[in-house]
């Protein structure tokens, strides 16, 4: 089992950028698979990248082109660019891990263990 813990959420300009970190310890990081997820104020949660262990990317279109996942291995890490915020970004931002090698990128069901999310609000 792995803890995560994300940060690097805040307050922004839309046109602004961010920069999320999933710190993880408890478990094997090399073999895990990463997802983000957010949660607007009155929505579900929705899934929006997916990184595997090789750092293989799969976007859902909403984010595609501003958005940019990555991992680091050697700091137990993933990592989330987000550039170009718009307002419709305003959302708590999750990252999900599962220990597997191939799994539904966007299903909430597929991930094993979740952190605990962090605000990220894109506001003039």
């Known amino acids: 089992q792995l803890q995560l813990v994300e940060s690097g959420g805040g307050l922004v300009q839309p046109g602004g950028s961010l920069n999320l970190s999933c710190a993880a310890s408890?478990?094997?990081?090399?073999?895990?698979?990463i997802g983000w997820f957010r949660q607007a104020p009155g929505k579900e949660r929705e899934g929006i990248v997916c990184?595997?262990?090789?750092?293989?990317?799969i976007y859902t279109d909403s984010v595609k082109g501003r958005f940019t996942a990555s991992r680091d291995n050697a700091k137990n890490t993933a990592y989330l660019q987000l550039n170009a915020l718009k307002p419709e970004d305003t959302a708590v931002y999750f990252c999900?891990?599962?220990?597997?090698?191939?799994?539904?990128?966007?299903?909430?069901?597929?991930?094993?263990?979740w952190g605990q999310g962090t605000q990220v609000t894109v506001s003039a």
């Open positions: 990184i595997n262990r090789s750092g293989k990317t």
């Open positions: 408890g478990s094997t990081w090399g073999d895990i698979g």
């Open positions: 999900a891990a599962v220990a597997r090698t191939a799994w539904e990128c966007f299903g909430e069901d597929a991930y094993d263990d």
